[in-house]
Structure formats: C-alpha cells, structure tokens
C-alpha cells in the first residue's frame, strides 16, 4: 500500500500521517473500454468548488502535454485517456497553463484512476490531488472505500459494527453489514483529546452491484469533519 500526507490542515499544527491509499478498482466493462498499452484512463473529482472543469495534464518536465481531464463533483462513466511515459504528472489550468494546480505520483503501468483534487492553498489555488487506483481487483462491486482525510481518528459503525481508521487512511468495506431493508444504520466518530464524538449518522444503502466512495474530510475554519460520499454509477 502507498502512502499520502494529509492535504488538509488543522487548527493548530500537527504532525501529518501518512494517507494509506488501499488499491481501489473499478472496472467498468463495456462502459469503458481497457485502455491500451501505455495509455491510462482518468476520472477527476473536485471535493470541493475551485477546481477548473478542464485541467491541462503534462509530464513531470512541465512541458510534455499528457492530454487534458474532465474535473466534476460526480462519478460517472465519462473518462478522459492520457498517455504519459513516466510516474509523475503536473495538473495546470486549461486556461493559463503556466498555473500549476498541483501534481501527484502514478503507480507504474497503471491503467485505470480516480483522481481526487482536494484544496491544498487558495491564493493561488493549489490542489493535493489523490490518487485511487480504479481497477476492480481491489475495489469490487457492492462496498464502500472510507478515506479519512482529517488529522483525527475515525470510527464508522454500519449496523454496530465498527471499523477505524487512522488519520491518512483508506480502506475498502467489502460486503458491509446490513438489515432487513438491504442498508446500513451509520454513525460516524472522531477521537480527540482522549474522546470519542459523533460527527455524522444517516443510512448509507449497500451499493448493489455498483461503488460508493466516502470522503472524510477536516473543515479548515471550523475543525469539525465532514464526510462526503460518491456513489459511482458506472457498472463495474
């Protein structure tokens, strides 16, 4: 498993931990094609407003252009394919390419990403972009991948069964508890100062034969976590 700093920053500072990036995957058979040798299909998200909707792709030079993506607030079936030859890339402004907007490494022959860009700076708007790989070997249908993105501890209980994570981590909930209705009663927890506290609870419907990613995320101003889910409608 590969590992990531935390992008966001708390209230007072901290020692960030690393994120554990568990292999997600995603294959979405006739919906997307397999991407050929040396080429690698891309889906962005933007966790939150800011991101450009198309965002110039080069190599780690800066000047080689991979191709541009399509940076939405959703997961679909749309992708972008890009062919690049090494393992880092650099995400500039459609607009004014000489803004780079962040960068981020790509595991080795990689064939098929989620790229999520998370708010790193806002003047210039810089981005921490993460890097999910969308194969379904490790991010099968019917579960959910948690990454936890704030400096805090985190419990989710699904029908009262807990699963942590650390500060930084990700993990896949494959085969999540359920009740009669097919879903699953959840509460969310952080642990601060030695304490357990609720941040979150709802019903999260088990995915069926498709994907749910769930965004943990710090409120820079507030502190308080927030949690977003993206429910991928392409068949895997």
């Not at 860009?117 to 991010?139: R, S």
């Not at 009740?179 to 509460?187: K, W």
Request: aromatic residues 8%; positive net charge.
């Amino acid at each position: 498993m590969r590992r990531f700093p935390s992008p966001l920053q708390p209230e007072k500072p901290m020692n960030l931990r690393p994120f554990v990036l568990a292999a997600a995957a995603l294959s979405i058979g006739s919906a997307i094609p397999a991407a050929a040798q040396g080429e690698c299909r891309i889906r962005g998200i933007a966790l939150k407003p800011g991101v450009p909707e198309t965002v110039q792709v080069k190599e780690d030079d800066g000047k080689t252009v991979a191709g541009e993506i399509q940076v939405k607030s959703y997961l679909n079936h749309e992708f972008q394919t890009l062919k690049f030859t090494g393992t880092q890339l650099v995400f500039t402004s459609a607009v004014d390419p000489a803004a780079v907007l962040g960068r981020c490494g790509i595991p080795a022959k990689a064939k098929s990403l989620i790229l999520l860009f998370v708010p790193e700076a806002a003047d210039p708007a810089t981005f921490k972009v993460l890097v999910v790989d969308d194969q379904a070997t490790a991010f099968p249908a019917g579960s959910f991948q948690v990454i936890n993105l704030s400096p805090d501890p985190v419990k989710i209980e699904l029908e009262s069964e807990p699963f942590e994570f650390k500060p930084g981590e990700a993990r896949v909930i494959g085969g999540p508890p359920v009740n009669d209705a097919r879903s699953s009663a959840m509460r969310a927890y952080f642990q601060r100062d030695g304490k357990w506290q609720t941040f979150a609870s709802g019903i999260w419907p088990h995915p069926g034969g498709k994907r749910v990613l769930q965004v943990i995320t710090s409120n820079p101003a507030s502190g308080q976590l927030e949690m977003k889910g993206l429910r991928d409608v392409a068949t895997p």
